[in-house]
């Protein structure tokens, strides 16, 4: 007996596994993300499209896509279009986040989007607006993820919820696309000391030194970084010799 029932010691009978998203908590400072950040507005202006997407509070996830949720009986709606593309070998689970002033909602699509027919290579939505609570859906920043297959190109359409309803700034933030390669930088902070740094969402890098190319002879740099302003900090200690060269290693 193990104390939990039946079953021999030291055996794992049943588990579960839940995970969710990243969040923030009040004074942690912002989450980082290796994507820049769209800021747009829906005016009076923009694109129109035939209606919009219904709401009823049932988010598309990666882990639990749903079928296109219809349509509202819209005269007619403003929206923004913006194009990416999955660069990786592989799906890619792409999160899309939208926050806003206004009642605004975004849809992604593959491949392309037609905005008088919303079903057509529909992926995703979050089943809500930033403004509107409809059917249990919450009020705020809205998010939804989906499957982009490997060097698929996909959408992501910003619309409002009401025709006319004036200027509205959004942000909108992707993640779980490929990053970039992160930059190092070195700021002398003291005499023979140094303070390297590179953003806070490429972890996993090692941070390595030689003192000259010729020959090289790379030695990983142990001290811990400090997560400070959306980077990691590293501060060396009396440098010796003076002259060194950094570099960011994935393993």
């Not at 027919?117 to 059917?135: F, P």
Request: charge should be neutral; proline fraction near 7%; glycine fraction near 10%.
């Amino acid at each position: 007996m193990d104390g939990f029932g039946s079953g021999s010691p030291d055996t794992l009978r049943n588990w579960s596994l839940f995970l969710s998203g990243t969040g923030c908590a009040t004074g942690s400072g912002s989450c980082d993300y290796c994507l820049t950040s769209i800021t747009g507005s829906i005016t009076n202006t923009d694109l129109l499209m035939t209606n919009r997407l219904a709401r009823f509070g049932i988010v598309s996830s990666c882990g639990a896509p749903k079928n296109f949720p219809g349509t509202s009986p819209n005269a007619g709606i403003h929206y923004d279009l913006y194009s990416f593309t999955n660069t990786s070998a592989s799906d890619a689970c792409v999160t899309v986040l939208l926050n806003g002033a206004g009642d605004i909602q975004a849809g992604l699509y593959l491949n392309a989007f037609d905005p008088s027919n919303l079903a057509t290579n529909y992926l995703a939505d979050s089943g809500g607006s930033t403004l509107t609570s409809t059917s249990g859906s919450a009020v705020g920043p809205q998010s939804c993820s989906a499957e982009i297959p490997a060097g698929a190109k996909f959408v992501v359409e910003v619309n409002e919820i009401n025709l006319g309803g004036g200027s509205t700034n959004y942000t909108l933030q992707l993640s779980g696309l490929p990053c970039p390669p992160p930059v190092l930088s070195v700021q002398t902070v003291q005499t023979n000391k140094a303070r390297l740094f590179w953003p806070s969402w490429a972890g996993g890098y090692l941070l390595e030194a030689t003192p000259s190319f010729t020959p090289t002879n790379w030695t990983t740099i142990t001290n811990e970084p400090i997560v400070s302003s959306l980077k990691y900090n590293v501060t060396n200690g009396t440098l010796t010799p003076t002259n060194r060269f950094y570099r960011l290693k994935k393993p």
